[in-house]
Nanobody, 120 residues
Framework: QVQLVESGGGLVQAGGSLRLSCAASGSIFSINDMGWYRQAPGKQRELVATITIGGGTNYVDSVKGRFTLSRDNAKNTVYLQMTSLKPEDTAVYLC??????????????WGQGTQVTVSS
């Protein structure tokens, strides 16, 4: 019933930019933390960035200064603005959100992922 829909992935040249979006829909009472993970071939899944309901953010060191996470609570949407992209940013990017479908229960939900490919 609750689902996360991601968009914005694609192919971009090194140094370029992309903006990923993740919109939550369905039966939602509230959303706490939201974030993005990425999974590159041959590498472990990595937490890229998180954002609290109040807008506080944390980033993995490798993307600091290049990626910006934001959210629009009215739209139940989180955005990842990626600039100065590098080939090592190539991965499937996965949205994650801690969602209360009602006031008594919460759990983490995952999007299906969106591919980001950065060419040299």
């Amino acid at each position: 019933q609750v689902q996360l829909v991601e968009s914005g992935g694609g192919l971009v040249q090194a140094g370029g930019s992309l903006r990923l979006s993740c919109a939550a829909s369905g039966s939602i009472f509230s959303i706490n933390d939201m974030g993005w993970y990425r999974q590159a071939p041959g590498k472990q899944r990595e937490l890229v960035a998180t954002i609290t309901i109040g807008g506080g953010t944390n980033y993995v060191d490798s993307v600091k200064g290049r990626f910006t996470l934001s959210r629009d609570n009215a739209k139940n949407t989180v955005y990842l603005q990626m600039t100065s992209l590098k080939p090592e940013d190539t991965a499937v990017y996965l949205c994650n959100a801690d969602i209360y479908p009602n006031r008594y229960f919460h759990t983490h939900y995952w999007g299906q992922g969106t591919q980001v490919t950065v060419s040299s």
